[in-house]
């Protein structure tokens, strides 16, 4: 690759320095120089020989950008380059002053067999007006010779914009949960590509700046790398591939190396609630899956024994994707009046169920039907390792069935720190209220955890 300079500058040789000193750019290029319209004259010289508008205007400023082999790809960063300073000479006007300059310079971030990354870094300096300096990332497709966005870099099939968001969401949670609030957190998931700002490609990274509490600001951007490995399944095969090649790796605010497990990462000082499911596994309990899933949040399911056997696969989701699952007996006895022995097979059948269709996962907790309890029951959980669950928050979804709109209502004025809310996922009512108000919760800052979870902080 060589360096192509448009203009030369006449006065100021250490202009990329200056401009260096004051980007946060780490790696310059090793090029070539070849000028291609050098105007480098004397000032006596200068007067006799008739220049351009256009010209005379840029006498004291230099404009420069990467020549690669692919002709196309060139003709991508030239254009850019005297788009830039046409439009700088368009707000002059027509008025000629020499200490009016305009300097572009460019820093080679990577370039490797198939992309080209290169930071643009641009000085205009009117008279009398403060000096603006300003950069510009531009990521060419040397093969296809395109510019590419970076959404581009993604495969159409993906959902990149929520599968960023939730690595983003379990990297930031795990790694620095102290530096964010929940509400910061959840903002993670609302993750657009469009938000990624200054992308670049590198040889085994992606990098982009981006400001992870405030995901819609300009400000505080950090610069964050995500290792190619960790987001192999959504890069286009063109993409996913180390691409070795010139430039150094560009330092990070935040490298994301190794796929992030779904983080249960807890801050004990923001507020929490546990969100509680009773009687199912039922036919709506896949959809209250579903939220949980895109908002990342926990619940607990306190199921039914013979319920288990018929939906054996949804209650492996349970557990596969981090939820509790509670014993709730066999099949809705009330238990007080049953023998020990009835009470004692309530409770072990259905943990035998949960542990078979689960492949091991083995429950703590134990909430009776209608929350009532007998000495009978209290030896037998002691017996069995299980843990009375009840809970303090009582929306009356039964109630309401159908109305999601009060049991929204319900949950929301009732919601506190600490909370455990009793939910019924039999009722596709419960099932839609809970679709609003999952996110809602997280965006006033509960951190949705599990029952087991709760009791550890609170
Ligand atoms: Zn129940």
Redesign the pocket.
């Known amino acids: 690759m060589k360096k192509v300079i448009l203009y030369h500058v006449r006065k100021h040789p250490s202009l990329a320095t200056v401009l260096l000193a004051t980007s946060t750019i780490l790696f310059m290029g090793i090029c070539s120089y070849v000028m291609l319209r050098p105007i480098m004259r004397g000032a006596e010289q200068a007067q006799t020989i008739a220049l351009s508008p256009h010209e005379l205007a840029m006498q004291n400023s230099s404009v420069a950008y990467p020549q690669f082999e692919a002709a196309k790809a060139t003709e991508i960063v030239k254009q850019y380059a005297t788009k830039q300073a046409d439009e700088f000479v368009a707000t002059l006007g027509g008025s000629y002053d020499p200490r009016n300059r305009f300097v572009l310079d460019y820093a080679l971030l990577h370039q490797g067999g198939r992309t080209a990354s290169i930071q643009f870094l641009e000085q205009q300096q009117r008279v009398d007006q403060p000096t603006i300096l300003s950069h510009h990332l531009i990521t060419v497709d040397l093969a296809v010779q395109k510019e590419v966005t970076f959404a581009s870099l993604f495969k159409p099939e993906v959902n990149a914009s929520e599968q960023l968001g939730f690595l983003l969401y379990d990297y930031f949670k795990q790694q620095h949960v102290a530096e964010f609030t929940p509400a910061q957190s959840f903002s993670l998931l609302q993750f657009k590509t469009e938000m990624a700002r200054d992308f670049w490609i590198g040889d085994q990274v992606v990098g982009f700046s981006f400001n992870p509490q405030q995901p819609n600001s300009g400000d505080g951007l950090k610069k964050i790398t995500i290792h190619k490995s960790v987001i192999a399944d959504l890069l286009k095969s063109e993409y996913a591939a180390n691409d070795p090649g010139k430039g150094m790796d560009q330092s990070a605010d935040y490298a994301i190396s190794t796929r992030p497990r779904p983080g249960d990462a807890i801050d004990p000082g923001q507020k929490m609630l546990a969100l509680t499911f ?2 199912g596994p039922g036919r709506h309990t896949s959809r209250v899956l579903d939220t949980l899933d895109k908002y990342r949040a926990r619940g607990t399911f ?1 199921v ?1 024994g013979q319920q288990v056997t018929g939906r054996a696969d949804v209650v492996k989701r349970m557990a596969n994707e981090g939820h509790e699952i509670g014993n ?1 007996s066999w099949d ?1 006895a009330l238990l007080p009046p049953l023998s020990p022995e009835r009470v004692q097979q309530e409770v072990l059948d259905t943990q035998n169920a949960i542990r078979t269709a689960t492949g091991g996962y083995t429950p703590v907790l134990m ?1 009776p ?2 929350g009532a309890s007998s000495p009978a029951l209290a030896a037998c959980l002691h017996a069995q390792g299980l843990t009375l669950a009840l809970w303090n928050v009582d929306p009356e979804d039964w109630l309401h069935k159908g109305d999601a709109n009060a049991v929204y209502s319900a949950v929301m004025g009732s919601a506190h720190d600490g909370g455990i809310v009793l939910l ?1 996922d039999i009722h596709e009512g419960s099932v839609e209220a809970i679709e609003r108000a999952v996110p809602e919760l997280m965006s006033q800052g509960y951190q949705l955890v599990t029952m087991s979870q709760l009791e550890r902080y609170r």
């Open positions: 009773d009687d306190f039914l709730h809705h909430r039907p209608y019924h």
